[in-house]
């Protein structure tokens, strides 16, 4: 795998590792300065539902840092792309039903270290 794409796989598994956090532990605190559209009293009400989308971020960060950890470079690849295409879904879904910044924030990032694989 290139150094390109090390970086990019990276940094996507550490925004997920951020996302974990904030939605695990801060949905309360940070929530309403993420997402101010929201309404301010439903977060506290919200809060395991946004812990257990956080977990599921949290399983997208472990598959990507699994990926970087394999030795096989076909193997480190496929792991990689899959786990890749798993946050690329998620960010066009949260983009179409939640958000549309997540697509920015989310997939775009996911989209250019799933591209840096085929270079």
């Known amino acids: 795998m290139s150094l390109l794409s090390t970086i990019l796989i990276s940094l996507v598994a550490l925004l997920h590792l951020y996302i974990l956090w904030?939605?695990?532990?801060?949905?309360?605190?940070?929530?309403?300065?993420v997402f101010p559209a929201f309404p301010?009293?439903?977060?506290?009400?919200?809060?395991a539902m946004a812990a257990n989308q956080g977990l599921y971020n949290g399983f997208l960060a472990a598959g990507l840092i699994w990926a970087l950890l394999i030795a096989d470079a076909e193997w480190q690849r496929?792991?990689?792309l899959?786990?890749?295409l798993f946050v690329i879904?998620?960010?066009?879904y949260g983009a179409?039903?939640?958000e549309r910044r997540i697509f920015f924030v989310?997939?775009?990032p996911a989209?250019?270290?799933?591209?840096?694989?085929f270079i």
């Open 22 to 33: 904030f939605e695990m532990f801060a949905w309360t605190s940070r929530g309403p300065k």
């Open 40 to 47: 301010k009293d439903l977060f506290e009400p919200t809060k």
């Open 78 to 80: 496929n792991v990689a």
């Open 82 to 84: 899959c786990f890749l």
């Open 89 to 92: 879904v998620a960010g066009v």
């Open 96 to 98: 179409i039903t939640a």
């Open 106 to 108: 989310q997939a775009v």
């Open 111 to 117: 989209i250019l270290a799933a591209g840096s694989l």
